[in-house]
């Protein structure tokens, strides 16, 4: 079993619409989560970090949900600039330098 | 400022053949992260620097891999004898002190072992 696992996607997203995905993690030691975004052929860029208590950035929302292991990114208002490959990380418990990283849930948003 | 640089940024070898993939991280970032991404796939985990050490080498997939760090800068991975199955693309990251979560990326160097 891969320690973080994603739905690859994609998800397809009229343009001002919501989408939501998640992100398990099987390392219940983890202690930190984030959220990095991929374009295609491009390099990753952390997009945010997420919060035991949630947190939002502007129209994106992150939630940690620890009992069930899991995290997720919602996306309010999408804009054709937010097609990407989303990218879940999860900071190992073990090695403080290791972040275990999800191969991704692609999102296309059409016009 | 400039980010982190690779190279090469393409790599076409021969399967058996030796390849030194270079990774040049953003000035002050002491942390530096060394990934593999096949097609389709997630980034894997290679080996990370602190410094010039490496306190955690378990990522990377046999001992055709080393990867080495000097004067706190400068990294290079190592694939001795490629195998097919190495065709990837290669990414480096850094990260400042206490902020490891926030890595910066580098292009990536595309390797193909034919």
């Known amino acids: 079993r891969k320690e973080v696992e994603q739905d690859p996607g994609p998800f397809n997203v009229p343009e001002g619409a919501t989408v939501a995905f998640n992100c398990t993690y099987s390392?219940?030691?983890?202690?930190?989560f984030f959220w990095y975004r991929q374009d295609c052929r491009k390099e990753p860029k952390l997009l945010m970090s997420v919060y035991s208590s949630g947190n939002e950035d502007g129209r994106f929302t992150a939630q940690l949900n620890r009992a069930s292991q899991y995290i997720s990114l919602l996306i309010r208002d999408s804009k054709l600039s937010d097609s990407a490959t989303y990218l879940c990380?999860?900071?190992?418990?073990?090695?403080?330098?290791?972040?275990?990283f999800g191969a991704g849930t692609q999102v296309v948003v059409t016009p | 400022g400039a980010g982190v640089s690779q190279s090469p940024s393409n790599k076409v070898t021969e399967k058996g053949k030796d390849v030194e993939l270079r990774c040049d991280p953003i000035?002050?970032?002491?942390?530096l992260y060394w990934y593999r991404q096949s097609l389709g796939q997630g980034l894997e985990f290679l080996i990370y620097?602190?410094?010039?050490?490496?306190?955690?080498k378990s990522g990377l997939p046999s001992d055709r891999f080393s990867a080495e760090r000097t004067g706190g800068s400068v990294s290079t991975l190592t694939i001795q004898r490629t195998q097919q199955e190495d065709s990837a693309v290669y990414l480096c990251?850094?990260?400042?002190?206490?902020?490891?979560?926030?890595?910066?990326f580098g292009p990536g160097t595309r390797l193909t072992v034919t």
């Open positions: 390392n219940s030691a983890s202690q930190s």
């Open positions: 620097f602190q410094g010039n050490s490496a306190p955690d």
């Open positions: 990251a850094s990260s400042i002190p206490g902020q490891f979560h926030e890595q910066y």
């Open positions: 990380v999860v900071g190992s418990g073990d090695s403080w330098g290791k972040f275990q």
């Open positions: 000035s002050g970032h002491t942390a």
